[in-house]
């Protein structure tokens, strides 16, 4: 059975200790639901490259594990200037 991983979700996985926050964010804000999905996708896509053989693969493992920091780092600050209420 295959699992499907929501936006929501994974950030939710991720930060666990900001679920009321992840919640409310994801529902109030688009601009968050979209850094949501762009985490999701770029998550998706290092998979993808990480089982890869093709002779790019290194160089897109490097570029997607990058930009995953980078979106974790946006997400965390949206959390952390969230806060809880």
């Known amino acids: 059975m295959k699992v499907i991983y929501t936006p929501m979700f994974l950030i939710l ?3 666990p ?46 570029e997607y594990t990058t930009l995953l920091r980078e979106l974790e780092q946006e997400i965390e600050q949206r959390l952390m200037e969230a806060g809880e209420p």
Request: net charge negative; aromatic share 12%.
């Open 13 to 15: 996985e991720r930060f």
């Open 17 to 62: 200790e900001h679920a009321e926050t992840i919640k409310r964010l994801f529902s109030e804000s688009e601009d968050f639901q979209t850094a949501c999905e762009d985490f999701r996708q770029c998550r998706s896509a290092l998979g993808y490259w990480n089982q890869s053989e093709k002779a790019g693969a290194p160089a897109r493992r490097l």
